[in-house]
Every structure is written in C-alpha cells, then in structure tokens.
C-alpha cells in the first residue's frame, strides 16, 4: 500500500510541477508528500526531481519511471473495474489518424471491422501526412511510421516498413538506372515532401550514414501523386514499401538503389498516457494491433519475394 501511495504521489507531484499543488490535490500536506517522495527515492536509491527553492524538475531516473508508474495505477484501475463488474463496453467516439496513404490501404478496413464487433462505437479516421498533437487536437490513437521521439505517449510496436527508391521501366530504358547515391543529381527527382524533407535523401553504405542534397524537378506533399508521377515515367520518387507494392508486382515501377536503402523504419500504434484508458481505446488496440503487425508482415514478405 505504500509503495502504490509513494506511486500516486509522485505522479502527481510530476503532473503539477510543484509538491504543494500535488498536496493539493491528493488532500496531503507538503510534508506527507516530501515524506512520499523521500521514501520512494530511497526505495529505488536515486533522485527522482531535483529540487531548490524556486525550481522542481524530474531527472532522468524520475522520466524513466514516470512511463511505468503511470501503467501501474491505470492496470490496477482497470483491473478493479474489472473486479466488481464496471469495466464498461466499449462505447463512445474514437478518433484515430494515420498518413492518407497508410489509412486508406490498410487502417481503414481494420476500423470498419472493429466497428462491426462494437456497435456502441463510432469512429473517425483523419488521414493526414503530418504530426498531429494527440492531446491538443483530441486524438486517441495513431500509426506512427518512423522512431519515435521521447514523449509521454504510450506506444505498440506492430511491425516496420522500408523506404524506397522507384522510377518507371520507360523512365530508367530512357535515363539509365543511377548506380550510386550521387548519380541522382543527374536524373529528374519526384519528391513526396513527407519522405524528403529539405530536399534530402538519406542512404546507408556499409556501415555509414550518408545523405545527398537533390532539386527536385517536382515537388509534391501527397504520396500517391509523387507515384502516379513516376509510373507516367516523369522521374524518381521516394516511398515506404507498402505504397508501391503493387506497382512493383506490376511491374509499373522498379526499385533503384536497393542496396542503399536504410533500416526498415519502425511502425506503433500509440496513445495518450490516461489515468484510466478509456475501453474504446484499449479495446480497439487490443484488435487492430495483431491485424495491421498481419498486415505490415504480408508486405514485408511481399517486398521480399519480389527482390528474389
């Protein structure tokens, strides 16, 4: 019991920055939760704020924690709803983003599959090719393409995607196929904004990073127009695997530079830390995180066959 108090103390203390404002609110006074906090740092034996007179910040060891404590309390809050029968069904609105291309290919049947089996719920998708703030434009889930940055969101690994380098067989009989990064400075370059920022390509060779500096011929901030770019034969483009499979397959477009290409980018479902998470949104990643891993593995496998 005490260590589940020393937790919520020190969650609040974290959330209000200050320990009177957390005493506050927990109806403790400062000394019970200097108390809570001095107790809790010497049970994991390090800091976890620093502390003065005028300033309180959270250490290093204190944001580590801070991940896991929140889990703790919302696990044993569910866990007790569960116990006495509260748990509610899932009900309400969900709002849940991904890139357009993403969500439309491969998120977006998964929603409508959920919403069968949970009748009570509604949803909408926003399939937008930018960062959202889940917190600030009232988002409860989205698919993440790429590592993601150190924030107070939890995060479902559900598989990975590669980026890709494709041009048109009519475009690389008429140029010639580039043989190394610095031979795209030669050919004409379709950029999707949201895979090339500042007009960039990155590579690996060997075992070093490296990045070459492009002027696109075309510039576009919509994946499937950059593609429909190259298939017409127009240049090279930039694209993660799962949105010119089929191309490929079909032999519209052939993949350039392929021993270059850099680790395969990570892709999670991630959400906003709660207290308690909402049914809706524990039930829906419950079910769509083993249907869209299915899914990322199938074009993985997809990829593969076609490079053999």
């Known amino acids: 019991m005490d260590r589940l108090h020393e937790i919520e103390v020190f969650i609040a203390v974290a959330e209000a920055g200050s320990f009177t404002k957390a005493g506050a609110r927990l109806r403790l006074s400062p000394p019970a939760v200097t108390r809570a906090i001095s107790a809790l740092e010497d049970r994991l034996g390090a ?60 998120l977006a049947p998964v929603v409508c599959d959920f919403l069968s089996q949970h009748p009570r719920v509604t949803a909408s998708v926003l399939l937008l090719d930018r960062i959202v703030n889940l917190v600030e434009e009232g988002i409860d889930v989205a698919v993440r393409i790429g590592h993601l940055p150190n924030t107070n969101l939890i995060a479902k690994r559900i598989g990975a995607v590669h980026r890709v380098l494709v041009a048109s067989p009519d475009y690389l009989e008429k140029c010639g196929a580039p043989t190394s990064p610095a031979d795209l400075r030669f050919h004409s370059v379709i950029s999707f ?16 990073f490296g990045s070459v500096s492009l002027h696109p011929t075309f510039e576009v901030n919509d994946a499937t127009a950059a593609i429909q770019a190259a298939e017409m034969g127009h240049g090279i483009t930039v694209a993660l695997s799962y949105m010119v499979n089929d191309q490929i397959r079909d032999k519209k477009l ?46 993985a496998w997809k990829s593969a066959q076609e490079e053999a």
């Open 193 to 208: 904004t949201g895979l090339m920022p500042n007009r960039e390509w990155r590579f690996l060779k060997g075992q070093k």
């Open 47 to 106: 800091r976890v704020f620093n502390r003065t007179t005028r300033s309180l910040t959270i250490t290093d060891v204190g944001q580590r924690f801070l991940e896991s404590a929140r889990r703790v309390l919302t696990d044993l809050d569910t866990a007790e709803k569960e116990a006495v029968g509260e748990a509610a069904m899932p009900q309400g609105h969900l709002t849940i983003t991904a890139s357009v291309t993403f969500g439309r290919s491969s």
């Open 254 to 299: 052939v993949p350039v530079l392929d021993t270059f290409a850099l680790p395969p980018q990570p892709v999670h479902l991630v959400y906003p830390h709660a207290r308690l998470v909402a049914p809706k949104v524990r039930a829906f990643i419950d079910y769509a995180a083993p249907r869209l891993k299915t899914v990322l593995d199938l074009l």
